[in-house]
C-alpha cells in the first residue's frame, strides 16, 4: 500500500536450563519484533533433539494459537522467525526458521540480512547435485554450514568455517540438538544481542524483545562474533572480529523500534537527533511540527525541539490495516492512503505544517500524504526528510534492488518539492544521518552514497533465484 522501505526480517532465540515452554518465550518475543517482518514467522523447538516446528504465511497472531503452541511441546532450546522477503518471494517455503536434518544430526536456522555471493554459493551446491526447496538466502547458508560440518568437529567450528565462504549481511542463529549459536557478519549489518532471562539465555535481533520477556540485557554481540551457548555456560569465537563495522543506518532511522538500543544507541535517541539535525540543516518559519507514523514521529519531537515550533499529532494510522489489505478497484487503489492514515484537521487547518518523514522512496505516497494535509486545511506544507535521498540500490537485507523506482534518481531536489505537492523540500545530509547514533559510529549508508562497505554484485534483483524459462 505504502511505496516505502520495508522491514527485513528478526529473529529470536533462547536456552533454558531445564525443559521448559521455550515456545512461548518466543511467541511472546515475535510479537515484540513484529515490525521486522509481517509476511511469515514460525518457532522451532528442540527437546533433547528432537525437533517440532511450525510456520506459516500471516502475522504471528496469525500463524499460532493456544493448540499450536501445545502442540509444539517444552524442551529447552528454541529459535524463532518473522520474516519480510529481500529475497525470495512471498511464500510458505521460505517461511523460515529453515530445519535441516543431516548425517551428524538435526539443525536450525534462523537469519537476517542478505548474502551478496548467494548466487554464486547455489551454483555450486547446485552442480555438486544438491536439491534447493526455497528460493531464499537461508537454504544457502545451511548448505555451507552442514557441509563444513562433515569436516568440523563441532557445530561452531562448522559455523566459524562457514563465515569465511558467506558474504554480506547475516544475523544468524543456529540450533543443534544440544547448542544454541549466535553469529553476525564481520560488518555487523544487522543488529544481534544477548540476554539473560532467569538461569538460560535470549538472543534477539532487537532488545525490545527482552522487555517484553522481562529479560535482562547482556550487550550487543560484535561483528563477526560467534557466541556458542550450552550447558556449559556461554563461549565466544572472534576469528572474524575487528573490521570495518558497518551497521546499516536505517536500524536508526526506521527499522528498528524506538525502545530498542542497538550497539549501544537508543533508537529514540536517535531519530531525536536527526529531527534536530534536521531543522538546523534546513530551518523554515512554521506554525506546528508533525510526523508521519509512526518513526517519523520521533524525528519530529526532536525538529520541534530544536526549532521551539510547537509538536502536534497530524495522522492518526488505522493500526488493523496491514500490507495485504485488498484494493478490488482503481478508486479504492487510489483513496488507499486516507484507509491507513488521516490527517487531523483540527491540528493542520489553517497552519504552516512542518511534516517529518523517514524517507522519500519513489515519491507517490508521500504526494499523496501532503495532498491530505491540503485537503485537511494546512496553508503551508513544508516536507523534511530524516535520511538523505536514496541514490543506490541496497544489497544487505532491504528491498531497494534497483535504482528503476527512486524518484531522487530521476528529479532534482526540485523536482522532487513540485512532484510531491510541498513548499519546501529539506532532507538530512549524509554527514548529519552518519551522526545521530554518536559520532565516530561505524555506518552503512551506501544506499545514500553508492560507498559500499564491501563489493557487491552488479546485478542481485530481490527474485535472483526464480525466473521463467527462456523459451527458443
Same mark, same amino acid.
Given at each position: 500500500?505504502?511505496?516505502?522501505?520495508?522491514?527485513?526480517?528478526?529473529?529470536?532465540?533462547?536456552?533454558?536450563?531445564?525443559?521448559?515452554?521455550?515456545?512461548?518465550?518466543?511467541?511472546?518475543?515475535?510479537?515484540?519484533?513484529?515490525?521486522?517482518?509481517?509476511?511469515?514467522?514460525?518457532?522451532?523447538?528442540?527437546?533433547?533433539?528432537?525437533?517440532?516446528?511450525?510456520?506459516?504465511l500471516g502475522l504471528v497472531g496469525q500463524v499460532f494459537d493456544r493448540e499450536c503452541l501445545e502442540?509444539?511441546?517444552?524442551?529447552?532450546?528454541?529459535?524463532?522467525?518473522?520474516?519480510?522477503?529481500?529475497?525470495?518471494?512471498?511464500?510458505?517455503?521460505?517461511?523460515?526458521?529453515?530445519?535441516?536434518?543431516?548425517?551428524?544430526?538435526?539443525?536450525?536456522?534462523?537469519?537476517?540480512?542478505? %548474502?551478496?555471493?548467494?548466487?554464486?554459493?547455489?551454483?555450486?551446491?547446485?552442480?555438486?547435485?544438491?536439491?534447493?526447496?526455497?528460493?531464499?538466502?537461508?537454504?544457502?547458508?545451511?548448505?555451507?554450514?552442514?557441509?563444513?560440518?562433515?569436516?568440523?568437529?563441532?557445530?561452531?567450528?562448522?559455523?566459524?568455517?562457514?563465515?569465511?565462504?558467506?558474504?554480506?549481511?547475516?544475523?544468524?542463529?543456529?540450533?543443534?540438538?544440544?547448542?544454541?549459536?549466535?553469529?553476525?557478519?564481520?560488518?555487523?549489518?544487522?543488529?544481534?544481542?544477548?540476554?539473560?532471562?532467569?538461569?538460560?539465555?535470549?538472543?534477539?535481533?532487537?532488545?525490545?524483545?527482552?522487555?517484553?520477556?522481562?529479560?535482562?540485557?547482556?550487550?550487543?554481540?560484535?561483528?563477526?562474533?560467534?557466541?556458542?551457548?550450552?550447558?556449559?555456560?556461554?563461549?565466544?569465537?572472534?576469528?572474524?572480529?575487528?573490521?570495518?563495522?558497518?551497521?546499516?543506518?536505517?536500524?536508526?532511522?526506521?527499522?528498528?523500534?524506538?525502545d530498542s538500543v542497538i550497539d549501544g544507541a537508543g533508537v529514540h535517541s536517535a531519530r531525536i537527533?536527526?529531527?534536530?539535525?534536521?531543522?538546523?540543516?534546513?530551518?523554515?518559519?512554521?506554525?506546528?511540527?508533525?510526523?508521519?507514523?509512526?518513526?517519523?514521529?520521533?524525528?519530529?519531537?526532536?525538529?520541534?525541539?530544536?526549532?521551539?515550533?510547537?509538536?502536534?499529532?497530524?495522522?492518526?494510522?488505522?493500526?488493523?490495516?496491514?500490507?495485504?489489505?485488498?484494493?478490488?478497484?482503481?478508486?479504492?487503489?487510489?483513496?488507499?492512503?486516507?484507509?491507513?492514515?488521516?490527517?487531523?484537521?483540527?491540528?493542520?487547518?489553517?497552519?504552516?505544517?512542518?511534516?517529518?518523514?523517514?524517507?522519500?522512496?519513489?515519491?507517490?505516497?508521500?504526494?499523496?500524504?501532503?495532498?491530505? %494535509?491540503r485537503d485537511a486545511g494546512a496553508k503551508e506544507v513544508h516536507v523534511r526528510i530524516s535520511c538523505?535521498?536514496?541514490?543506490?540500490?541496497?544489497?544487505?537485507?532491504?528491498?531497494?534492488?534497483?535504482?528503476?523506482? %527512486?524518484?531522487?534518481?530521476?528529479?532534482?531536489?526540485?523536482?522532487?518539492?513540485?512532484?510531491?505537492?510541498?513548499?519546501?523540500?529539506?532532507?538530512?545530509?549524509?554527514?548529519?544521518?552518519?551522526?545521530?547514533?554518536?559520532?565516530?559510529?561505524? %555506518?552503512?549508508?551506501?544506499?545514500?552514497?553508492?560507498?559500499?562497505?564491501?563489493?557487491?554484485?552488479?546485478?542481485?534483483?530481490?527474485?535472483?533465484?526464480?525466473?521463467?524459462?527462456?523459451?527458443?
Amino acid at each position: 500500500m505504502f511505496e516505502s522501505i520495508h522491514e527485513e526480517c528478526g529473529v529470536f532465540g533462547v536456552f533454558s536450563r531445564e525443559r521448559d515452554d521455550v515456545a512461548a518465550y518466543v511467541y511472546q518475543a515475535l510479537y515484540a519484533l513484529q515490525h521486522r517482518g509481517q509476511e511469515s514467522c514460525g518457532i522451532v523447538v528442540n527437546d533433547d533433539g528432537l525437533f517440532t516446528y511450525h510456520k506459516a504465511l500471516g502475522l504471528v497472531g496469525q500463524v499460532f494459537d493456544r493448540e499450536c503452541l501445545e502442540r509444539l511441546g517444552k524442551g529447552r532450546i528454541s529459535v524463532g522467525h518473522v520474516r519480510y522477503s529481500t529475497t525470495g518471494g512471498n511464500s510458505a517455503a521460505n517461511a523460515q526458521p529453515l530445519v535441516v536434518r543431516h548425517i551428524k544430526g538435526p539443525m536450525s536456522i534462523a537469519h537476517n540480512g542478505n %548474502l551478496t555471493n548467494a548466487r554464486e554459493l547455489r551454483e555450486q551446491f547446485e552442480m555438486k547435485g544438491m536439491i534447493f526447496h526455497s528460493t531464499n538466502d537461508t537454504e544457502v547458508i545451511s548448505y555451507t554450514i552442514t557441509e563444513e560440518r562433515l569436516k568440523e568437529p563441532s557445530i561452531e567450528q562448522a559455523v566459524n568455517k562457514a563465515m569465511y565462504r558467506i558474504k554480506g549481511a547475516y544475523s544468524l542463529l543456529v540450533m543443534s540438538p544440544t547448542k544454541l549459536i549466535a553469529a553476525r557478519d564481520p560488518n555487523g549489518f544487522r543488529p544481534l544481542c544477548l540476554g539473560r532471562l532467569g538461569g538460560g539465555y535470549v538472543v534477539s535481533s532487537e532488545s525490545c524483545a527482552f522487555d517484553s520477556l522481562g529479560a535482562e540485557f547482556i550487550r550487543d554481540i560484535k561483528a563477526g562474533e560467534i557466541v556458542i551457548i550450552d550447558d556449559s555456560g556461554i563461549r565466544s569465537i572472534e576469528d572474524h572480529c575487528g573490521g570495518s563495522e558497518s551497521l546499516c543506518v536505517f536500524e536508526y532511522i526506521y527499522f528498528a523500534r524506538p525502545d530498542s538500543v542497538i550497539d549501544g544507541a537508543g533508537v529514540h535517541s536517535a531519530r531525536i537527533n536527526a529531527g534536530r539535525a534536521l531543522y538546523k540543516e534546513h530551518p523554515v518559519s512554521a506554525d506546528i511540527v508533525i510526523g508521519v507514523p509512526d518513526s517519523g514521529l520521533d524525528a519530529a519531537l526532536g525538529f520541534s525541539q530544536e526549532s521551539g515550533i510547537p509538536y502536534g499529532i497530524g495522522f492518526i494510522k488505522n493500526r488493523y490495516i496491514g500490507r495485504t489489505f485488498i484494493q478490488p478497484s482503481q478508486a479504492q487503489r487510489t483513496n488507499s492512503v486516507k484507509l491507513k492514515l488521516n490527517a487531523v484537521s483540527e491540528t493542520v487547518k489553517g497552519k504552516r505544517v512542518v511534516m517529518i518523514d523517514d524517507s522519500i522512496v519513489r515519491g507517490t505516497t508521500c504526494a499523496r500524504i501532503v495532498k491530505l %494535509l491540503r485537503d485537511a486545511g494546512a496553508k503551508e506544507v513544508h516536507v523534511r526528510i530524516s535520511c538523505p535521498p536514496f541514490v543506490s540500490p541496497c544489497y544487505f537485507g532491504t528491498d531497494i534492488d534497483s535504482k528503476d523506482n %527512486l524518484i531522487a534518481c530521476r528529479m532534482d531536489n526540485e523536482g522532487i518539492r513540485r512532484f510531491i505537492g510541498a513548499d519546501s523540500l529539506g532532507y538530512l545530509s549524509i554527514e548529519g544521518v552518519r551522526n545521530i547514533a554518536g559520532s565516530g559510529r561505524g %555506518l552503512c549508508t551506501a544506499c545514500f552514497d553508492e560507498n559500499y562497505p564491501i563489493d557487491v554484485p552488479k546485478d542481485m534483483p530481490k527474485d535472483k533465484f526464480e525466473y521463467k524459462i527462456q523459451k527458443r
